[in-house]
C-alpha cells in the first residue's frame, strides 16, 4: 500500500519540485496539495494522508500552528517540518506542537524519501543528538511547568526507565544505552516502548522534549 502524502506550502514551485520527486517512488503517491495550513486543515477533513510535508512560514495560518491541530485530531497524519538553517526555533516549535521531526528544505531527494518512509512506520526523523543540540539553544523556550504536573508523569516510570529515558535525550542510540547500563539492546528498544507507552508519547523527539521540560535533562545535556 502506497504512503499517502500530502504537501503544504504556499510556494508552487517547491511543491512541484516534491510532487516529482515522489512521484518517482513506487510506494509513495501525492494525494493532496495546500498553500498555507487553513487550506490544509479543511483538506486533511476530507482526504486520508499518511505523512504532511509541512512548511513553517506561510500566509494566514503557519506550519506550527497547523501541525498543533493536525496532531490534536483523532488518529492523525504523521507531520514533518520543512525548514531552514536560520529557522531552528520553528522546528523546535514544530516538535512542541507534535511534528515526528523536521529536515531542511534543501535535504537531498533520497534522504527525503528514507525521512518520509521513518515517519511512517512510526520513527521519529531526528536524530536524537541534533535533537538535543537544538533543544539546548531553545531551552529558555520551554514554558516553566513548575514542576508538578510533569513531574507527576514521570512517576510512571521505573527506575530503570527514567534512566533509559535521560540517556535517549542526551541523544544516545538503543546501542550505546545498552552498552552503558550492560543490557541487550532488545532489552533498551523494549524499555524505550514503555516509557513511549506510559507517558503517552509519540517517539524519542518528545521523550527528548519532555526531558528537558521536567528538568530530568537541563540545556547543556546534564542529566
Known amino acids: 500500500m502506497s504512503i499517502r502524502v500530502m504537501l503544504v506550502d504556499d510556494q508552487v514551485l517547491l511543491r512541484t519540485g ?52 493536525i496532531c490534536q485530531g483523532v488518529n492523525p497524519p504523521k507531520v514533518l517540518i520543512l525548514t531552514t538553517f536560520d529557522l531552528d526555533e520553528y522546528a523546535f516549535s514544530g516538535l512542541k506542537a507534535g511534528a515526528s521531526g523536521f529536515m531542511l528544505k534543501d535535504v537531498p531527494p533520497g534522504e527525503l524519501l528514507t525521512a518520509i518512509r521513518s515517519v511512517h512506520s512510526g520513527d521519529a526523523v531526528v536524530a536524537p543528538s541534533t535533537t538535543r543540540r537544538l533543544l539546548d539553544r531553545f531551552a529558555p523556550m520551554l514554558p516553566n511547568t513548575g514542576g508538578q504536573p510533569q513531574h507527576k508523569r514521570l512517576e510512571r516510570l521505573t527506575e530503570r526507565e527514567r534512566e533509559v529515558m535521560i540517556l535517549v535525550a542526551q541523544g544516545l542510540s538503543n546501542g550505546e544505552i545498552a552498552a552503558r547500563l550492560v543490557l541487550s539492546e532488545a532489552t533498551v528498544k523494549t524499555h524505550v516502548g514503555r516509557i513511549l507507552t506510559k507517558l503517552d508519547l509519540r517517539d524519542r523527539v518528545q521523550v527528548v522534549v519532555l526531558a528537558y521540560e521536567t528538568g530530568l535533562v537541563r540545556a547543556g545535556g546534564a542529566g
Not at 509513495?28 to 510535508?53: C, F, H, I, N, Q
Open 18 to 69: 516534491f510532487r516529482m520527486v515522489l512521484a518517482a517512488q513506487p510506494d509513495m503517491e501525492v494525494v493532496a496539495e495546500a498553500g498555507d495550513g487553513v487550506e490544509a486543515l479543511e483538506v486533511l477533513r476530507a482526504t486520508k494522508v499518511d505523512v504532511v510535508l509541512m512548511d513553517v512560514r506561510m500566509p494566514k495560518l503557519d506550519g506550527v500552528e497547523a501541525t498543533r491541530r
